[in-house]
């Protein structure tokens, strides 16, 4: 057997995998973390950039507030502890994203330390995942690389614009995690799904990934098991590669197959894995070495001087601590009740992960059921045949509410209504808009219909007598007809009524 | 003792992008090391019961409310910078030195 062949689950028949992971949340305030440019996506570049945030001589940054506040509620919706006097840290680095030279984080004092959080995967089973830290840290510009291929190798020059260099972020830290044996990629998703849940629910950022406000780094090592008898946590941890902006639940899964798959492979074949980074791949579904991982010591961490400790008072602490939300646990349960979901049903939706999708569709005026069935029905299957997550199609629950609505009403049928489906995934408009300037439409207009019927008549001429000796099957083939030159838009029932009435026949 | 010995200079130039040569070297870990060995002599006298100071004014919490200011215009942000492109700073290659 070939050193590459080893398999996920051969793998970890072998090897007890570990894995931590760190999440970016970008916070939705209004300014930046430390200046009051806006905090918004889609600006010309470098128009939402100051002094500040340019990292001008004699500029000082001076922390907001509400950043704070959120950093705040998120640790406490962790479970962590908050700190009573954190600082923030210089964090130094040779890289123009960000224009000091450092990036301004959290590095000895995080605000939130020290949590855990339970994730309930698909089969309702809960593992709780503990939180090393959360903590406040600016996000950093965006470069273009112009020349060679358009990546950061080989590039003749970069461009930056600095729009989203300062916008507040809180990076959230796991503790290694282990013992998750062929669970371990699945626990992996159902966590960030459920951080991405909180975020949401606590209304401090939109937690979307494909738009890049919430960003995951896994690391990822193997350890050998340790047998019957053996005690697990004497081995020590292997060496581990970490794989950034990993940016989608699915690539979160498929990230931690290929790394176990990976490093599997060559300590089977008696090799060391690299502690390294490593780059996500979205079309190959693999990872390959980034620069080696520069040590914190490298990085020259220091107290910002510039900038107050954070202290926040037990008072406020405990105002914030009384606007938590819901566990996304307990919500599910409430909505599972509200909808009644068989728990089967329920347990699929939250694999697909596809309960906000529906609570959305369900809000925009669809019933539950018929929610369920378009997102676990035609959906689930375009999503799964294109290799995306349901959340990342690009139709809205407005859409799938709009779509039901025309057919509930009987504008559409469901195969009609599956053409209009088609159309606003390729980007034609809302179902209703597609239905219009497609022309689709159950077309019951009695005239229309007659006349359809008649010319089909027509062209069929011993049709009639069939039907009219008792045969009225043959009908069949005149509302195929009626049906073909309708385009599949008219309403079959009446069709059929029309056809019989010509013949003089009673249905 | 000397507290910072050759290599470790050079390894700190290098990550701070400082070219220096031999001379440089000899000198700077001389000078450095009587740096590092004067803050060590405040650690003697540093006891647990003395809290670490980062920060010797004793003020916490100075933030500002969550408002939009206006920024400044692209062209006036791109006023210093020695090169632009596209309303964007233009730097040279990125990687490189290390990778
Ligand atoms: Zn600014």
């Known amino acids: 057997m070939s050193a590459t062949t080893d398999s996920y689950e051969e793998v970890l028949e072998r090897f007890d995998p570990v894995f931590g992971i760190e999440v970016h949340v970008e916070l939705n305030t209004q300014t930046k973390l430390f200046c009051g440019c806006a905090n918004g996506f889609g600006a010309e570049p470098n128009t939402q950039v100051c002094p500040v945030c340019l990292g001008l001589p004699g500029s000082l940054p001076v922390t907001n507030a509400k950043a704070v506040e959120s950093a705040i509620r998120l640790g406490l919706a962790l479970g962590c502890s908050i700190r009573e006097s954190s600082r923030f840290a210089r964090k130094n680095y040779f890289y123009p994203d960000l224009a000091k030279d450092y990036q301004i984080s959290q590095y000895d004092e995080p605000t939130c330390y020290d949590g855990a959080i339970d994730v309930i995967l698909g089969d309702g089973t809960t593992v709780t995942i503990g939180i090393e830290r959360a903590h406040i840290e600016e996000d950093a510009g965006k470069n273009t690389h112009v020349g060679g291929t358009g990546g950061i190798q080989g590039a003749d020059y970069s461009l930056v614009d600095y729009n989203r260099g300062g916008v507040p972020l809180v990076e959230i830290v796991t503790k290694p995690v282990t013992g998750m044996g062929l669970r371990t990629a699945e626990v992996a998703r159902a966590y960030v799904a459920t951080i991405r849940d909180i975020v949401k629910a606590l209304g401090i950022s939109d937690g979307r990934m494909e738009q890049g406000s919430l960003r995951a780094d896994v690391n990822l090592s193997l350890r050998p098991q340790a047998g019957p008898g053996g005690d697990q946590n004497e081995i020590p941890f292997g060496k581990r590669s970490e794989t950034k902006n990993v940016n989608s639940l699915r690539a979160i899964e498929k990230a931690i197959h290929f790394e176990v798959a990976r490093q599997g492979a060559l300590l089977s074949a008696g090799k060391a894995v690299t502690q390294e980074t490593r780059h996500w791949h979205e079309d190959t579904n693999s990872t390959t070495p980034g620069r080696s991982k520069e040590e914190a010591d490298d990085y020259r961490y220091f107290p910002e001087p510039d900038l107050m400790p954070v202290e926040p008072t037990e008072e406020w602490i405990e105002e914030l601590r009384a606007t938590l939300p819901e566990h996304p646990g307990v919500i599910r349960a409430r909505l599972q009740a509200e909808w009644g979901f068989a728990d089967l049903e329920m347990r699929d939706v939250v694999a697909a992960d596809a309960v906000g999708i529906i609570e959305d569709t369900v809000a925009a005026g669809a019933s539950p059921q018929a929610a369920r069935k378009w997102w676990m029905g035609e959906l689930a299957r375009i999503a799964n045949e294109t290799g995306t997550d349901l959340a990342d199609l690009p139709v809205t629950p407005e859409d799938v509410a709009e779509l039901q609505d025309l057919v509930a009403s009987g504008a559409l049928n469901d195969k009609l209504a599956r053409q209009a489906l088609a159309g606003t995934l390729a980007g034609e408009g809302s179902p209703r808009a597609v239905a219009e300037a497609r022309g689709l439409a159950i077309v019951s207009d009695g005239a229309a219909l007659e006349s359809a019927v008649d010319a089909a008549l027509a062209s069929q001429p011993d049709v009639l007598a069939k039907i009219q000796d008792g045969k009225v099957q043959a009908a069949g083939a005149i509302v195929g007809a009626v049906m073909k030159a309708t385009g599949g838009q008219a309403d079959a029932a009446l069709v059929r009524a029309i056809i019989l009435r010509r013949a003089g026949v009673e249905g | ?99």
């Open chain 2, 1 to 99: 003792m000397a507290s910072l010995d050759r290599a470790e200079v050079a390894r700190l130039a290098a990550l701070a992008r400082i070219d220096l040569d031999d001379r440089d070297l000899d000198r700077l870990s001389g000078q450095l090391s009587a740096i590092v060995d004067a803050v060590a002599k405040v650690q003697e006298v540093a006891t647990p019961d003395v809290p670490a100071t980062s920060h010797p004014i004793p003020m916490s919490n100075v933030h500002r409310p969550d408002e939009v200011r206006p920024s400044l215009s692209q062209e006036d942000a791109l006023a210093a910078a020695p090169a632009a492109e596209s309303g964007r700073f233009r730097v040279p290659q990125i990687l490189g030195e290390e990778a």
